[in-house]
């Protein structure tokens, strides 16, 4: 064995191939070392070879890194090999590697969907859709579907449509859907209506209010606890055999709870609000029976037009993948057979974050003679919210340990080889406060003892005092329009200025990293980043589709689209694009469109604008009775010049349309406009530029799938704009940037970087919030299934109600939320090799109230490490356990005061070493301004740009 020794449970776990192994293991244990030494074992034994394992990664970028561990480790043996036989094999398998059966699950199903269409009995053209894709056809099938319950004429499908937003019942059609798909179900439906036994229901609600009586009154007879004390009474009065009805439904609706004091919150008046809940849970689940047999027919409806769109299109989306190669593997046993007699081993790295779908796959291609071999840590699962299930993990562990598995053990690893052993006391104090059943880590690396020097862990906190740090005195550099809340801002600051005081003492910004779970507040960490002179650059998520110019392109393209779309009108207008007209411009061209009210006292109404723009070009002045003539003369000449030529221009382009394909438009629509001219004399022309080239080329791809529907190109780019990318990229180091990098937490999986932050820790926890929710339940003898259901559903005219278990699934689901929470900040603390920088927000009021629970991760670091006390110190961290390290955390409160503001904003003198010049792309130079900015230089002058990169 080569590379750095391996620890006595790295050999173990690798020790005799004949075994299945199930490896759970912590953060920087080696889980993948380890999987690359199996890999590679098993390619050189002439019984096996490379073309004889699969090995399951979970994204594309991993696949390739494993790829690459597994050709320098055979290129290792090979070099040290004495036989020249043995290095001769070492080579060739070095050489197959390249065409290993290496990849992510969804990267194999295609494979094998492609090499068997027939069988699958799928189009062998398909096409797989990306995700915005996919979105926009789900969301037609939905419109479609909703359509046809509706000219159902049922008066039940009609009150479903009306009173509940399009939105809702869109949101809780899909996360239905695609739940009930990630757990194996190729035609999700709804389960039967909940059953419900109403009448033992309100008897407990009877109880619940008899028992509840006594104690609630004993507080202050204020009116609330008076009216409160009265429906307590009123519900022990309840008869469990009334008949589950809308009035019943009412009844139970008056008796919930309105504050009242404290004597309703303790244990008797919480169990009388749980029975209530669950009272009303049970009759609306009859009561309104037939409006969820609506969602049902819905939901099902919304399943065929989905299908037929793709059936269209001879397309799948990711899920099919998976589905398809399941039923394919399981529905044709030759096939099947094949592929268990090909793999004698299937390795899986990250096991925690697969589904039960993705386990089905796994089972159907293991066969008597395929050596299993899966890693993974439970408390490292954050993908949650694409329905990884981390008790499908549980579960797979537990078979392995309690021998359900013949030939099979569970192995750990516990040292950890990343991070300084000061790092792993404080991941460890982390872990044990915040994750339960958590395991402490050994220290793998041995390092000086923890006393020397700086501690390398930091915790900064700041206080939520927002009117405090708006204070001027503070001197905090607060933008008028800026989103983040002054506090947040104080926060990058006091970050960034810690990164700027590491890079003065010599520390490398290219190798800082901040991980952020979300990219909220990333404008105030790039712009107080990129003030201390650190040149910040965003990984994946703010890319292309966020910039500036595809924005502006996109209102455009959409006015021409359809010019009464007055967003998109008004977003164009304000964009260099549309000759940047000033906002008291739109203000008056707004106020001016608007009809006069038709009565007194009345407000005005707001009319299209784009006919006053027609009006005021064709006339001079807005034709009487349409609009106020005189605020339209209110608007600046020079002004009225820029409205004339964009509504000429506009006019111009809509009657050539989209002759000549969309590519063409694009084109022309951003040279028509001086956009081309606008953007290249701009800082960084040529990059912006470049992304108008990209939309041209994207239009005619699009173009080739879809023909030239503007509109519907127009919706691809608003689709695309709002969702994020799959696989966010996270260049282990961008090309040629020397300065910090920003990604979230989710793009750094798997990775390590010498030092790393994670601020923002202050933030809400994302619970997800949905109004629909499917549980899948236990196979009960008869082959049916006991699933469990909960919707919130709204009523004309009255308030939601909540139906089955909605209430239970949504604490379950909030749990499960706030447990994936607490993983990610241990997933991105745990990504640190030589130092990690922790902070957040945190309100000081927070710290004494209970429960701790889902409470920022701010609120419950503070609470669980440091004792409820966020005062400045450098604080002593126990050893977690008898092997794990002790260390140290540096933690600083920072609170607002006089000039603070103005200390944690350094002179931007950049810190950051000069990137070398590269000669095949010279340093940017901004060019010279065109002789005519209004026209005159046609866009193919500017043909040389056409050469860059994108
Ligand atoms: N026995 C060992 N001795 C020294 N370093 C090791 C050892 N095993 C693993 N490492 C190093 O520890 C780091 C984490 O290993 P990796 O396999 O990526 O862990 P995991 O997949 O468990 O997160 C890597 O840099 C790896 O080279
Ligand atoms: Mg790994």
């Known amino acids: 064995m080569s590379g750095p020794p391996r620890t006595d449970q790295q050999r173990e776990a690798v020790r005799d191939p004949g075994r299945d192994v199930f490896l759970r293991a912590g953060a920087g244990t080696g889980k993948t070392t380890v999987l690359v030494d199996r890999f590679c074992s098993a390619a050189v034994d002439p019984d096996v070879g490379v073309e004889r394992i699969l090995a399951f990664t979970f994204t594309e970028r991993a696949a390739d890194q494993l790829r690459r561990r597994v050709r320098a480790e055979l290129a290792r043996r090979g070099s040290q090999a004495t036989d020249p036989d043995e290095a001769e094999m070492m080579r060739e398998a070095e050489e197959k590697t390249e065409r290993a059966w290496i990849s992510t699950i969804h990267g194999f199903c295609r494979r094998v969907l492609a090499s068997h269409p027939t069988a699958a009995g799928i189009d062998p053209r398909f096409r797989v859709l990306d995700e915005p894709e996919a979105d926009r056809l789900a969301e037609r099938a939905f419109d479609a579907a909703l359509d046809d319950l509706v000219s159902s004429g049922d008066p039940e499908a009609l009150e479903l449509a009306a009173s509940n937003w399009r939105r809702s019942l869109l949101e809780m059609t899909r996360s239905a859907y695609d739940e009930l798909r990630s757990q194996g179900r190729a035609s999700p439906e709804l389960p039967e209506p909940p059953a419900a036994d109403t009448a033992a229901r309100i008897a407990e609600l009877v109880a619940a209010a008899e028992a509840a009586a006594g104690p609630c009154s004993e507080g202050r007879q204020t009116p609330k606890a008076i009216a409160n004390l009265e429906r307590i009474a009123t519900a022990a009065q309840l008869d469990p055999g009334a008949e589950a009805a809308m009035e019943l439904l009412e009844q139970l609706a008056g008796l919930k709870l309105d504050g009242g004091g404290q004597s309703f919150e303790a244990d008797e008046g919480v169990a009388y609000k749980r029975a209530l809940e669950r009272a009303r849970g049970a009759v609306a689940a009859v009561a309104m029976r037939e409006a969820y047999q609506q969602l049902r027919k819905l939901v099902a409806a919304f399943g065929e037009r989905y299908e037929s769109l793709k059936g269209d299109r001879s397309a799948l989306d990711f899920e099919d993948l998976q589905l398809e190669a399941v039923a394919l593997l399981r529905g044709n046993d030759r096939l099947r057979e094949r592929y268990r007699e090909q793999f004698r081993h299937l390795m899986v790295d990250e ?20 050596r299993l071999f899966v890693v993974g840590d439970e408390f490292q699962s954050i993908y949650g919210f694409r329905h990884a299930d981390v008790d499908v993990y549980r579960r797979e562990h537990a078979r392995f340990a309690e021998g359900g598995e013949p030939n099979g053990v569970a192995l750990p690893l516990t040292g950890n080889f990343r991070s300084a052993p000061e790092i792993v006391a404080a991941t460890n104090a982390m872990g044990s406060g915040l994750l339960p059943g958590f395991e402490p880590l050994a220290a793998g690396v041995s390092e000086p003892a923890p006393g020397t020097g700086d501690p390398v862990v930091e915790l900064a906190l700041v206080t939520e005092d927002r009117a405090g740090w708006e204070d001027g005195t503070v001197g905090l550099p607060l933008l008028p329009d800026d989103p983040s809340p002054a506090h947040k801002i104080a926060e990058a600051r006091v970050l960034a200025a810690r990164m700027r005081e590491l890079a003065a003492t010599g520390e490398d910004p290219a190798e800082m990293v ?38 502006d ?49 009345r407000k005005e109404r707001a009319n299209h604008v784009w006919p006053l723009l027609r009006d005021l070009l064709a006339e001079g002045a807005p034709t009487p009775g349409n609009g106020f003539a005189d605020r339209a003369e209110l608007i600046p000449d020079d002004e009225r010049a820029r409205l004339d030529g964009f509504t000429r221009i506009v006019g111009g382009l809509r009657s050539s349309g989209a002759e000549g394909g969309l590519e063409s438009l694009v084109e022309r629509a951003a040279t028509a406009f001086g956009y081309d001219l606008a953007t290249l004399v701009r800082d960084q022309g040529r990059e912006r530029w470049a992304n108008i080239r990209k939309l041209m080329r994207l239009a005619r791809e699009f173009e080739s799938r879809e023909g030239p529907d503007l509109g519907a190109f127009v919706e691809y780019l608003g689709t695309r704009a709002a969702s994020r990318d799959r696989e966010a990229e996270a260049a282990t180091r961008a090309e040629g940037h020397a300065g910090v990098r920003l990604m979230t937490v989710h793009a750094a999986k798997g990775l390590e970087f010498g030092i790393v932050a994670v601020p923002d820790l202050g933030r809400k926890l994302q619970l997800g919030w949905v109004s629909l929710r499917v549980e899948a339940g236990e196979e009960r003898p008869d082959g049916t299934e006991t699933a469990r259901v909960g919707v919130q559903l709204g009523r004309l005219g ?16 909030a749990d499960r939320g706030a447990e994936e929470e607490a993983r990610l900040v241990y997933v991105a603390a745990t990504r640190a090799e030589r130092r990690l920088l922790l902070s957040g927000t945190f309100n000081p009021k927070s710290l004494k109230k209970d429960p701790l629970a889902r409470r920022p991760m701010a609120v419950q670091i503070i609470r669980t490490l440091l004792d409820g006390d966020p005062s400045t110190r450098v604080l002593d961290v126990p050893a977690a356990s008898a092997d794990a390290p002790a260390g140290r955390v540096d933690v600083r409160l920072i609170e607002p005061a006089p000039g603070i503001g103005a200390e944690l904003t350094p002179s931007a003198a950049p810190v950051a070493a000069e990137p070398a010049p590269d000669a095949s792309s010279p340093p940017l130079g901004r060019p010279d301004p065109p002789p005519a900015l209004a026209g005159g230089l046609s866009y193919s002058a500017l043909s040389g740009f056409e050469r860059c990169g994108f």
């Open 351 to 370: 096991f925690q974050d697969t589904n039960a779908l993705q386990l089905s796959l796994v089972e159907a291609l293991r066969g008597p003679d395929t």
């Open 514 to 551: 901040v991980l952020l779970r979300a990219f909220t507040h990333v404008a105030a960490y790039e712009r107080a980043l990129s003030d201390a002179g650190l040149d910040p650059y965003v990984v994946g998520g703010r890319g292309f589709w966020s910039q500036q110019q595809i924005e």
């Open 553 to 601: 392109m996109r209102a455009l393209l959409a006015v021409i689209a359809n010019p009464l779309d007055d967003e998109a009108l008004f977003g164009a207008l304000a964009s260099p694009a549309g000759g940047a007209v000033l906002p008291d411009t739109l203000w008056l061209l707004r106020r001016a469109a608007a009809s006069p009210p038709r009565e007194e006292g």
């Open 798 to 813: 009255r308030p939601s109600e909540r139906l089955g278990d909605y209430e239970e699934l949504k604490e379950l689901a």
